[in-house]
């Protein structure tokens, strides 16, 4: 018997050794030098869940990709020297004017080197593509609950890149040393300084002696090509790997549990995906830099402590403290013959640093008050935890209003409205809104509960409108499939709360924990479930079947094809002809 | 003169004719507009100022400007103390040719800025009006064009007045009227408006009367020259070549983010739909086993 015409497999065909190819000799001889076989196996076969918000990080993946491509190519010609030249290059406005070597090397990357002002513009989109985008990931995390148990530490993570990511944007709008950046770098000169004791000192350390000096250029060249792209590059690296390791999460779904994931495997499905998308993300870079003008620093000309332009802003990622600095009244106060510049030292030493703070801590806090220590890998909807979709809404509606603050001359000019007046709004709104925000947003998750609640229980509304013999109108209602009542329904109840936290339970068990903090931490518990809508019982759903049922019986007379419900998109149309019956 | 004759009697026949009226209203607009661009006054440096010119002037004062600027030019103060309208003894010509004949003036209400309109008069009628304001005090006088045009110098003088004239702008305009002239916010809604595309003459007189919130430049601040070369600085940035791609309006960073989330986030999130939304086909060929 020739055992190589044996199938060993249940294809049609049996399996045979073919001549082994030279590709594959070449695998072979590294796989038994590298073992690849063996992590190939697993991980190339490794399976992502689909859904476009799973994506979104991605974009901040690629982006830096592109950031580490064209960066690349403009150190090539940057020179990050503070020393003085005179310009000869192409650029006619400009000729003959003295200014430092940095300024002068970004006007011959912009005019003389082919392909400069591309990759210069294309690196600047890049940076703020890099920074938009970590922020919309962070924000389809927090508002489907991926920052629960066990994925915290990769929060944290991600929150560190989102902080260097932004200092890496200033360290790298402060390199070219135009008129723009150089106030950006004597605005931070300010910020050190406001620091109590010791910010002369800091900036002493920073500038190399009195602003501007001769090293700052050199030394933000360093933090900006080396010291913060190794730190972004382990970092992300520990996200995907921690990625990896926890396994994506995924949308509730018949067939999804919190033991699996159920998508297409890394090859060849995602590999083509992700590879196609870094293509787009590189697309819109290059099309955003062939297109529009970004930083024309041959328009901002060298910087000179001595000038400044209306109009100076940061980049936008910077902009909300910008707008806070904007917007604070101007307190100082004097001890023992030292100024404290509170309306500079709040705003932008202090706020900022807070609002980190609280953003890293968000998922602990959140463990803290519902005191939950399950693991979780399947994704909350936003509206099915009001309270925490509501804080974050708050904090973005507090971040969105700091931030257009910082534009506040912008828009005054734009839309003919008084500055001052811009300012005191905004001073009102940054508080009274996000407040605002919180509330509208918790009901409104509530009442889209509610509204979750009501399909489940009396069917979907299928926009036929029935007249019964005493001529009265009324809109079937059918009930939901059952694929999509079981996603709307994997949920966890909420725990019961009652508002008020009692040392003793009712089996005469000391509660764990006394004290001040666990009483604020029952009263954010009572926040956070109180006013949800929980998910109805089973005897709630059997009745409502129940009652359809009997709807159904008083209209079966009606029930024909030609009604055309079947073509709603909830049934099997295959077997279905319209106007059939 | 028969001929004539008779080409007069086929014309009259046609007098009532459709057209008629309109080809005397044509003939009749020819002859003024020809008539005008003869007889107008090409510069006020030119033909001096005549009493005629002063009387029209007068004449349109009192009927434009006085109820602010009193039946003399010398000012009105509200009861509370305020200002009306400043005196504009002293002021000159040019002051009122960059008001007047930027449309700012006659002002629709007092406001926290004089935008720019339509003008509401004539070349010949802000003429007069110049010269009857010119009549109540010495002032600068209407510039020349020969005082801000580039024109007499060699390629290498325009470029050194050209990169001058850019650092001069740089120190001293662009605080409040941006890097690029597109304007920026002035306290309590006023503001420092766009200056790209605004004609030379109105940028000097602006330079040399300092008009609302707009400090004056006089000759000793910036000599003649030198506000020539930041008028050739100016339209040299008009004429270059949006070197970078569209420039979002010149507003600075600003724009650039909401480019960067619109459309970049836009399209890299849009995208991102489009790449989910088209997940794998199986082969719906069924093996035969």
Request: hydrophobic share 40%; proline share 6%.
């Amino acid at each position: 018997m020739d055992t190589s015409k044996v199938a060993t497999s249940n294809a049609t065909t049996a399996a045979t050794a073919s001549k082994p190819s030279k590709i594959g000799a070449l695998g072979n001889w590294a796989d038994e030098r590298l073992g690849l076989a063996a992590m190939g196996k697993k991980n190339l076969r490794k399976v992502f869940p689909d859904h476009w918000s799973f994506m979104l990080g991605e974009i901040a993946l690629w982006s830096f990709v592109v950031l580490l491509l064209t960066g690349v190519f403009l150190t090539l010609w940057f020179v990050p020297s503070m020393g003085e030249v005179q310009y000869n290059g192409t650029y006619e406005q400009l000729r003959g004017v003295h200014m430092s070597e940095a300024f002068a090397s970004s006007l011959n990357i912009s005019f003389d080197v082919r392909g400069g002002l591309l990759m210069r513009q294309m690196h600047h989109w890049a940076a703020m593509l890099f920074v938009a985008s970590m922020m919309i990931h962070l924000l389809r995390v927090f508002f489907t609950g991926a920052h629960r148990k066990p994925r915290e530490l990769n929060w944290v993570i991600g929150c560190l890149l989102l902080i260097l990511g932004t200092l890496e944007g200033f360290t790298g709008y402060s390199l070219p040393d135009d008129l723009l950046s150089g106030t950006g770098i004597r605005a931070a000169d300010g910020f050190i300084k406001a620091s109590p004791v010791v910010g002369t000192y800091m900036s002493f350390l920073l500038f190399g002696g009195e602003f501007p000096g001769e090293s700052i250029i050199p030394r933000l060249y360093v933090v900006h090509i080396l010291l913060i792209p190794g730190l972004l590059l382990a970092l992300v690296a520990a996200h995907m790997l921690l990625l990896v390791y926890h396994k994506h999460t995924q949308w509730p779904g018949p067939g999804r549990t919190e033991k699996n994931v159920v998508g297409y495997p890394m090859l060849p499905v995602y590999a083509a995906k992700a590879g196609g998308f870094f293509f787009i993300v590189f697309g819109v870079t290059a099309l955003l830099g062939g297109l529009l003008s970004i930083n024309p620093v041959w328009k901002y000309g060298p910087y000179d402590p001595s000038k400044v332009t209306a109009g100076s802003q940061p980049d936008w990622y910077m902009g909300w403290p910008d707008g806070a600095l904007r917007i604070m009244p101007g307190i100082e106060s004097e001890i023992w013959g030292h100024t404290i510049s509170w309306n500079v030292m709040l705003p932008i030493l202090i706020l900022p640093v807070v609002m980190f703070i609280i953003l890293l801590l968000l998922p602990f806090i959140e463990a803290w008050v519902t005191g939950d220590k399950r693991e979780h890998h399947l994704l909350q909807r936003p509206r099915n935890a009001p309270t925490r979709t509501a804080t974050m809404v708050a904090l973005m509606t507090m971040y969105g209003l700091f931030w257009a603050a910082g534009g506040n001359d912008i828009i005054a000019i734009r839309l003919h409205l008084s500055i001052n007046q811009i300012t005191y709004f905004m001073r009102a709104a940054v508080v009274i809104g996000p407040v605002l925000a919180f509330i509208i947003t918790r009901r409104w998750c509530i009442s889209l509960q509610r509204k979750d609640n009501e399909t489940l229980l009396h069917g979907y509304e299928t926009g036929i409108i029935m007249r019964s013999p005493e001529g009265g109108y009324t809109e079937r209602h059918l009930p939901l499939p059952a694929s999509t009542a079981y996603t709307l329904t994997a949920r966890h109840r909420d725990p019961e709360v009652n508002g008020h936290h009692e040392a003793v339970d009712a089996n005469g068990v000391a509660a764990p924990g006394t004290g001040r903090l666990e009483g604020l931490r029952t009263r954010l518990r009572t926040l956070m479930w109180s006013d949800n809508v929980q998910k109805p019982t089973r005897e709630e759903l059997d009745e409502g079947h129940h009652h359809a049922e009997h709807e159904h019986e008083l209209q079966a007379g009606l029930d024909h094809s030609a009604d055309g419900h079947q073509f709603d998109g909830h049934h099997l149309v295959e077997d279905e002809t319209l106007r059939g019956h | 003169m028969r001929l004539l004759n008779r080409s007069a009697g086929r014309l009259s026949r046609h007098r009532r004719g459709p057209l008629a009226g309109v080809a005397v209203l044509l003939l009749a607009l020819l002859s003024v507009g020809g008539l005008y661009t003869l007889f107008s006054p090409a510069s006020a440096d030119e033909t001096a100022a005549s009493a005629d010119q002063v009387a029209q002037g007068r004449e349109l004062f009192l009927v434009s400007c006085a109820f602010c600027h009193g039946q003399n030019g010398e000012g009105v103060r509200t009861t509370s103390g305020d200002q009306l309208g400043p005196s504009l003894v002293g002021v000159g010509s040019a002051a009122v040719d960059f008001q007047v004949g930027t449309g700012r003036m006659p002002m629709v209400q007092p406001g926290a800025q004089v935008p720019r309109k339509p003008e509401t008069f004539s070349d010949e009628e802000i003429a007069a009006l110049g010269a009857y304001v010119a009549s109540l005090g010495p002032g600068p006088a209407v510039p020349d064009e020969g005082d801000y045009s580039l024109e007499g110098l060699s390629d290498e003088e325009r470029e050194a007045a050209i990169v001058r004239g850019g650092q001069i702008f740089l120190t001293n305009c662009t605080a409040c009227h941006n890097f690029e002239g597109s304007g920026g916010a002035m306290p309590r809604g006023g503001y420092a408006p766009k200056i790209r595309g605004v004609e030379p003459r109105y940028i000097y007189e602006a330079l040399l009367t300092g008009p609302q919130n707009m400090p004056n430049f006089s000759n000793g601040n910036l000599s003649p020259d030198e506000k020539r070369d930041v008028i050739a600085y100016l339209g040299s940035l008009e004429e270059m070549p949006n070197y970078g791609g569209f420039g979002l309006g010149g507003l600075g960073p600003v724009t650039e983010g909401l480019a960067a989330w619109i459309l970049g986030i836009g399209l890299c999130v849009g995208a991102a739909v489009w790449i989910a939304a088209h997940t794998t086909r199986t082969n719906k060929k069924k093996v035969d086993a």
